[in-house]
């Protein structure tokens, strides 16, 4: 494509283009939105709120885009503590995970399932 062949066709799509924003200038939902949305800026200036406190405030379920970020990362939620009692010793070990060095040396002595049958 020649250099003048590509002009005229940026040149038409420019043409188009701003027919385009002069209509949009001129939609009257286009100006009712643009000034609806200056009052909602000048009234949260005005009360010193965000735009994420207002979409808390209407909309309770909808969790904010910060909070989401930590959520959004895949936070996980802690372990419950399990706790298990040795029937002869008495001893007590309270563990959150199965990597507890007394409670794998019950496993070793007495059977996993028998120490799972200890858990309180």
């Not at 643009?34 to 909808?62: H, N, V, W």
């Amino acid at each position: 494509m020649s250099k003048l062949a590509e002009f005229k066709a940026l040149e038409a799509q420019l043409a188009a283009q701003l027919k385009q924003l002069d209509e949009l200038k001129n939609d009257g939902a286009l100006k009712r939105e643009i000034e609806f949305e200056q009052k909602l800026r000048d009234l949260m200036a005005e009360y010193g709120f965000s735009l994420k406190s207002i979409i808390a405030l209407l909309d309770p379920q909808t969790r904010p885009s910060v909070a989401t970020s930590v959520s959004a990362r895949g936070q996980r939620r802690q372990r419950q503590a399990k706790v298990y009692k040795n029937p002869e010793t008495g001893e007590v070990v309270e563990t959150k995970g199965g990597n507890h060095k007394v409670l794998k040396a019950w496993k070793e002595q007495y059977g996993a399932e028998k120490v799972e049958g200890w858990l309180q």
